[in-house]
């Protein structure tokens, strides 16, 4: 099993910025592609950024030029700096982890951080 515990959310102003972080743990596992998704109030989980254990990254439209995906293998932790926040990135941001285990893959979702733009 691999446990993540994310931190990082809150409430800011539209324009502000917030750090999200996410460190997973768990023995025997190796960490691959990290992210993160965003769901909005009665909408659907959206993965809006991704890092490959190579930090190769992806983003969503909706994010591109403003959030900035990193990780630090040593930590086994993946962060996402989100700068000039919008109202409509007002949701929860859940951590999502793809873990391999001897020849087996498994995907992790932490437990979410809310994250609240005002306008």
């Known amino acids: 099993q691999v446990q993540l515990v994310e931190s990082g959310g809150g409430l800011v102003q539209a324009g502000g910025s917030l750090r999200l972080s996410c460190a997973a743990s768990?023995?025997?596992?190796?960490?691959?592609?990290m992210g993160w998704a965003h769901q909005a109030p009665g909408k659907r989980r959206e993965l809006v950024a991704t890092?490959?254990?190579?930090?190769?990254?992806n983003y969503a439209d909706s994010v591109k030029g403003r959030f900035t995906i990193s990780r630090d293998n040593a930590k086994n932790t993946v962060y996402l700096q989100m700068n000039s926040l919008k109202p409509e990135d007002t949701g929860v941001y859940y951590c999502y982890v793809q873990a391999s285990w001897l020849k087996y893959e498994y995907d992790y979702w932490g437990q979410g951080t809310q994250v609240t733009v005002s306008s």
């Open positions: 890092i490959t254990s190579g930090e190769s990254t």
């Open positions: 768990g023995s025997g596992f190796s960490i691959n592609a």
